[in-house]
């Protein structure tokens, strides 16, 4: 297993976020987390990359303890991570965007590219094109010289994606990717995690989006007021009178 969590509990205030949460995430899996808002899944996410420190429980990376590691380590360990709000830059072009996030792995580092220092200017033509590249695998390299703030809310999702895939991540972290997607750009996405499972990405994702989730997780954990109440395989989950109950309601079923 590429990760492993175990017992994860965060406390606020006497209240539970998240309470004994266990998962495992197998090497070019899509491992997704649903439930409600509330439920506890994007503090599992900041659990997981070092912006909040549980109360108790462990998380290990590629048999590594990520608990106490700053997130940028955790980052430059192999962990990638998108947000529910965009952290692009705004003024940047979405070419430099993606470029950004490369230079994680760089040598030369972006200050010292911008300065173009000795040395970082072969890096930085083959940062570009592997950028370029990433852009064109979400159907984002006609836009590369716009400034990321002009792209629709949708495509700066894209962005986001193309931007962490970068820094040449083995285990992405997606929250809510598809949300201000229409139908035809959903199914991109779609497509597009998928091909990088092919490669031998893992994935956790956070969605709301039950068709996108349905169509892409090998395994799913459902949350609810930060407890674990189901998991399994999508057909599992979409079979659970826990999950429809919590989810949707009785007499719902989920899509």
């Known amino acids: 297993m590429i990760l492993e969590a175990t017992g994860l509990s965060k406390y606020f205030g006497g209240v539970a976020a998240v309470s004994d949460v266990s998962f495992s995430v197998g090497e070019g899996e899509i491992f997704a987390l649903i439930g409600p808002n509330g439920a506890g899944k994007t503090t599992v996410f900041n659990l997981i990359t070092g912006l909040m420190s549980p109360d108790k429980g462990s998380v290990v990376f590629k048999g590594r303890s990520l608990i106490g590691m700053q997130p940028h380590r955790i980052a430059a360990a192999g962990v990638a991570r998108t947000f529910q709000n965009l952290q692009l830059f705004g003024r940047m072009t979405v070419l430099e965007n993606v470029m950004a996030g490369a230079y994680l792995r760089g040598k030369s580092g972006f200050l010292q590219s911008l300065a173009r220092w000795p040395g970082s200017i072969s890096e930085e033509k083959r940062i570009r094109q592997e950028s370029l590249d990433l852009l064109s695998d979400v159907g984002l390299d006609s836009e590369a010289d716009l400034p990321a703030a002009a792209l629709p809310f949708g495509r700066q999702r894209l962005l986001e994606i193309a931007r962490s ?83 949707l309601g009785e007499d719902e079923q989920v899509a």
């Open 165 to 247: 895939m970068a820094s040449g991540p083995r285990l992405m972290l997606l929250d809510e990717p598809a949300a201000g997607l229409n139908t035809a750009e959903a199914k991109e996405l779609a497509g597009y995690l998928k091909r990088l499972r092919e490669q031998g990405i893992s994935m956790v994702l956070v969605e709301h989006d039950m068709e996108t989730v349905m169509d892409v997780a090998d395994r799913i954990l459902v949350l609810n007021f930060g407890i674990q109440i189901a998991g399994g395989t999508p057909h599992e989950i979409q079979a659970s009178p826990e999950v429809i109950k919590a989810y």
